[in-house]
């Protein structure tokens, strides 16, 4: 097993509230895919689960160090059981796997993420 990276990232929620209240769905629609888009309007906690996303995104950025990199070549989704995943885009990320962690509450969103390169 070969660490590429860990990545660490705090969001506030109100951050996330504010610019979809400033630039609405051109906000979203930069930043998120259509899947995690719809997957987000599901959950009763909107802006958390948009702020887990967005923390999970820029997590994975630090992790990876890879300024090519772009929101929508990172996707968040949930397994069945919750736990999220990462799916990397666009042909970035080939031979990596990233290991993610989320978690929110009221006013806060967090995530890590752990890149390893595939032998």
Not at 8 to 16: A, G, Y
Not at 63 to 69: F, N
Not at 95 to 108: A, D, F, M, P
Request: proline letters at 1%; glycine letters at 6%; hydrophobic letters at 40%.
């Amino acid at each position: 097993m070969n660490i590429v990276g860990v990545g660490v990232d705090l969001t506030e929620v109100k951050r996330i509230k504010n610019a979809f209240d400033k630039w609405g769905k051109d906000f979203l629609e930069r930043i998120f895919t259509s899947q995690e888009i719809e997957c987000a309007k599901k959950h009763q906690a909107f802006y958390q689960h948009l702020a887990g996303r967005f923390a999970a995104k820029e997590a994975i950025f630090k992790a990876l160090g890879d300024v090519q990199i772009s929101w929508k070549d990172v996707e968040i989704l949930n397994r069945e059981d919750g736990k999220p995943y990462c799916n990397l885009l666009n042909g970035k990320g080939k031979n990596l796997e990233i290991h993610l962690s989320i978690s929110h509450i009221k006013n806060y969103a967090l995530a890590q993420a752990i890149v390893i390169k595939k032998t």
